[in-house]
């Protein structure tokens, strides 16, 4: 062995000590990997952490997803939970996981990264170099970045133009956080999630509230015969009902429930059930049918405090509220070194760098059902990649030409927006990182052998 190579790091390195960022931890721990994990907050939880910086949920969220497929792999919620927890519970829920595992003892806390460069040595990169804002440097021999996508919000253009207060989802907190909405005429702009969510909760409080969307969105119900909606999805996917008769189905039971959008006076969606990230709320068709909520199309301008709208309405608004979304930004690394193209990284299947074997990504998805399960099959997989490449030949090969095959399409088309440039379907996605799971420990199994 060269002096150099006995001077290479062997500690791994997890960026982020969120929901990815713990499960990251975890598994490498698990696999014998020796590894810490850098968080910037003074505790656990990222986007959960509620009052943080790092949070963006508000004082009412709650899981959009049920708690049986959102779960870690090894480790599920209490049973008498609720079916979507609360975010105090999300919390708790990621602190037990942290008890049950032993992580805390391996994460840094209130160690923000500073910068991010590689090692060299003879143009052979040698591991990581990171650099905390403190001042200390540590050197690794890998780099899991878990710290999320939401970090920079996406305002319009357009709303540089008003000349009101304009506030992001991402700073929402309550109806009075960071601005009372009490009586005032609210714009709320985006029709995802947190948009649906926020112009619900504002209608209550607001003199009115006005919603303006792109395009009408399918909306589904949390809730069907008093269990959870995607679960019952999750049941006709393993029976391999096909595409059509699933969203047959699945209209029906909207129909049955929350009724479809024609039911409440809106206009038909412009694409087939799925083709968008879900909208999931059984309280937003009420707020409409109240009068609570006035359904508005995309925005044109602004005229001072006055927004006017494609279909030549005209309203006076006090406050907006821009649920649109967030750029894509992993900081503190350089764009190249994550195979970085038109701004979005481009790896294998959103989590692998198509070439080397020292960097890795979990958590950059959007998934159409719950997500910290399909983080930890993620965080499986790279700990078995680090494993197959300390003594394993065979299985690092295998996985390189997993990489390297074309990737078969899913039966999904999304609508091309910045909305859905990380979207995967979930059952088909988490099939694959099951492949290779298994694939992997057959191989590492054989090198044991």
Known sequence: ????ESNK?????????????????????????????????????GNWYFG??????????????????????????????????????????????SDHFGLRDHILFQNSVARITPIQHNHVRQGWQVDSEDGRTRNYAGLIFASGHNHE??????????????????????PEVPHVL?????????????????????????????????RNYHVLPR???????????????KMRVPLGIRRFISQRVIARTIGLPEKHGLPRPDHN?????????????PCVDKGMIHPMPDLKRFEGDRAIFTNGRCEQVDVVIAATGYRLTLPKIHASELNTKNGLPELFMHFLHPE??????????????????????????????????????????????????????????YIKSPRHALEVEHFSYCQRLKKLINGLNRRLRHAAA
């Not at 919000?153 to 009101?164: D, E, K, Q």
């Not at 112009?199 to 919603?211: C, L, M, P, Y």
Request: glycine share 6%; net charge positive; charged share 20%.
């Open 153 to 174: 919000p996406r305002f319009p253009a357009i709303t540089s133009s008003f000349s009101g207060p304009v506030i992001h989802s991402a700073e929402y907190k309550s």
């Open 52 to 97: 943080s910086s790092s949070s963006r949920v508000f004082e009412s969220t709650k899981l959009i997803s049920s708690k049986s497929l959102t779960e870690f792999t090894d480790f599920p919620m209490p049973r008498e939970w609720p079916a979507y927890p609360c975010h105090r519970q999300c919390l708790e829920y990621l602190h037990h996981y």
């Open 223 to 237: 809730l069907f015969m008093g269990r959870p909606s995607d679960l019952r999805g999750e049941r006709l996917l």
């Open 273 to 285: 059930l799925w083709e968008t990230h879900p909208v999931i709320n059984e309280n937003l068709y």
């Open 9 to 45: 790091p062997s500690k791994w390195c997890v960026i982020g000590a969120g929901p990815s960022g713990l499960t990251a931890l975890k598994n490498l721990l698990q696999c014998g990997i020796e590894a810490e994990c850098l968080e910037r907050e003074d505790d656990l939880g």
């Open 182 to 214: 009490k009586n005032k005429r609210v714009l709320i702009i985006g029709g995802g999630n947190s948009g649906c969510d926020i112009a619900v909760e504002a209608s209550f409080h607001a003199a009115a509230t006005f919603h303006s969307t792109r």
């Open 356 to 413: 080397v074997n020292d960097l890795a990504v979990v958590g950059m998805i959007q998934p159409d059902s719950g997500q910290w399960g399909i983080t930890d099959l993620q965080s499986q997989v790279i700990a078995r990649m680090i494993l197959a490449n300390r003594i394993a030949p065979r299985a690092q090969a295998w996985l390189k030409k997993q990489k390297n095959q074309t990737t078969k399409n899913q039966s999904i088309h």
């Open 1 to 4: 062995m060269s002096a150099c």
